[in-house]
């Protein structure tokens, strides 16, 4: 069975064709993030209209690289939500145009619930109850998997912890995205030059990633060589952000009693959270699925994947499904 994957819900347009389970045939993505970067951060208009300029020939290059024509697609799965609404669209439509002429079924999947999928593309589902972190530019969110579906336990009260990369960056001058260039300074900083307090929430699942972005405004204010110390500022914020994630992962194992960790997601790109998310999973000897660099951030072969296989658990779209601007992860 060929699953092709579409997928448009911020700056990235992809497509990706996924022969039956674990096979990825091709995984094309085109980006607009230049056009994008002189108003340090994604302008929303500028995204659909682009994704709108190259949907066509994404698809097309999606087909060429699996070999394969047309008509051997059997089910189309793309996204539905939850990102910017006019990227959606222009997916959504695309995806729904193919299905009606090519007379074969199309399925609307969840972004957020795709980028978890993006840590076992080429491999089997983990059978076992496992704990999910999606850790994105958008969401951050922990989520209990358990009989076939995800139950939310915890997610940011604010800022999402790459929007806090991000803002970080911003008020340092560095350029967007600022996850990258933060892990890249961050290497050439002393980590414990700045101590960030850790925000007290009333559900210990529950993150917030507003209060360190103010804390280095405020440390930038008040230290005249500031300059000097971007790589510190740096390493310190990440380590920070970093810890609180890894931290609050392995005590949702511990208090759920599972031994299973998925990460998906932009931040899981970071190279300290891989080593840290590496460690202490190994420490407890969890399994952990963690996606491999290419499918960190936003691609269609995820969608894929996750749209084959809720089609085999008898999931399916009709054409009048809209697109969802925003939708938690989990019920
Ligand atoms: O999943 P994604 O591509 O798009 C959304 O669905 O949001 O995630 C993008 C986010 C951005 O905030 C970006 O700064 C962050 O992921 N990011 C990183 C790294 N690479 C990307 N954050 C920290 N370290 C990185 N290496
Ligand atoms: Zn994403």
């Not at 269609?300 to 085999?312: D, N, P, V």
Request: a neutral charge; aromatic letters at 8%; glycine letters at 10%.
């Amino acid at each position: 069975m060929i699953t092709l994957g579409i997928e448009s819900s911020c700056d990235e347009t992809a497509c990706a064709v996924l022969r039956n389970e674990n096979e990825l045939l091709s995984n094309i993505v085109a980006t607009s993030l230049d056009k994008h970067k002189e108003f340090g951060g994604i302008v929303p208009e500028i995204a659909s209209r682009e994704t709108l300029k190259c949907i066509d020939a994404v698809y097309r290059k999606a087909l060429e690289a699996a070999k394969i024509e047309q008509e051997e697609i059997d089910l189309i799965a793309l996204t539905k939500g939850p990102g910017l609404i006019g990227s959606l669209l222009v997916g959504l439509s695309f995806g729904k145009a193919l299905s009606y002429g090519l007379n074969i079924p199309f399925i609307g999947v969840s972004h957020l619930e795709a980028h978890l999928s993006g840590a076992f593309i080429d491999k089997k589902r983990p059978e076992a109850p496992f704990i999910g972190l999606v850790i994105s530019g958008g969401h951050t969110s922990l989520v209990h998997s358990r009989d076939g579906r995800y139950v939310p336990i915890g997610a940011t009260v604010d800022d999402a912890v790459g929007e806090a990369f991000d803002k970080v960056a911003k008020i340092l001058g560095l350029g967007f995205p600022g996850g990258p260039i933060i892990d890249d300074l961050a290497k050439r900083g002393n980590p414990d030059a700045i101590k960030f307090t850790k925000p007290k929430l009333k559900n210990d699942f529950d993150f917030s990633y507003s209060g360190i972005k103010t804390a280095v405004l405020y440390y930038k204010k008040d230290l005249a060589d500031w300059e000097s110390r971007v790589n510190d500022i740096c390493a310190s914020f990440q380590k920070a952000a970093i810890s609180w994630l890894v931290e609050k992962t392995m005590l949702a194992c511990e208090k759920k009693k599972v031994g299973c960790v998925v990460v998906g997601g932009g931040v899981s790109a970071n190279s300290l959270f891989r080593e840290e998310i590496k460690k202490e999973t190994k420490k407890r000897d969890y399994d952990l699925f963690l996606p491999e660099l290419k499918f960190t951030n936003d691609n269609a072969a995820m969608i894929a994947k996750l749209g084959y296989e809720e089609f085999r658990r008898g999931r399916g779209s009709e054409l009048n499904l809209g697109a969802v601007a925003t939708m938690p992860l989990g019920e």
